[in-house]
């Protein structure tokens, strides 16, 4: 069982950049035929897709995010990462990351989430 964990900074200031990092256990990013993504829940909503990164290192990002989101990787340290630009208060949620298999889009893990909040 794959385990994931995020990391990142609790609180950021509008306009700013997010950055929040996916350790990985259990698992390799770069596993064949595996996806590695983000999601987030606003309070109140339910879950909004945001992006993946493939195991080639290959990026799909939600059409609505697509202009201020980024997803990269460090293989050597096993770790995936997001990036979020321009930040406004509607960013605030709960961010996950996961992983899934690609053929079969089953055997989904995720991590416990991190809130992150947008304020001045």
């Known amino acids: 069982q794959v385990q994931l964990q995020e990391s990142g900074p609790g609180l950021v200031k509008p306009s700013q950049t997010l950055s929040l990092t996916c350790t990985v256990s259990?698992?390799?990013?770069?596993?064949?035929?595996?996806?590695w993504y983000w999601i987030r829940q606003p309070p109140g909503k339910g879950l909004e897709w945001m992006g993946v990164?493939?195991?080639?290192?290959?990026?799909h990002y939600s059409p609505s995010l697509q202009s201020r989101t980024a997803i990269s990787r460090d293989t050597s340290k096993n770790q995936f990462s997001l990036y979020l630009s321009s930040l406004t208060p509607e960013d605030t949620a709960v961010y996950y990351c996961?992983?899934?298999?690609?053929?079969?889009?089953?055997?989904?893990?995720w991590g416990q989430g991190t809130q992150v909040t947008v304020s001045s």
């Open positions: 996961g992983s899934f298999y690609l053929p079969s889009y089953g055997y989904w893990s």
């Open positions: 259990s698992g390799t990013i770069t596993t064949t035929n595996y996806a």
């Open positions: 990164i493939a195991y080639d290192g290959s990026t």
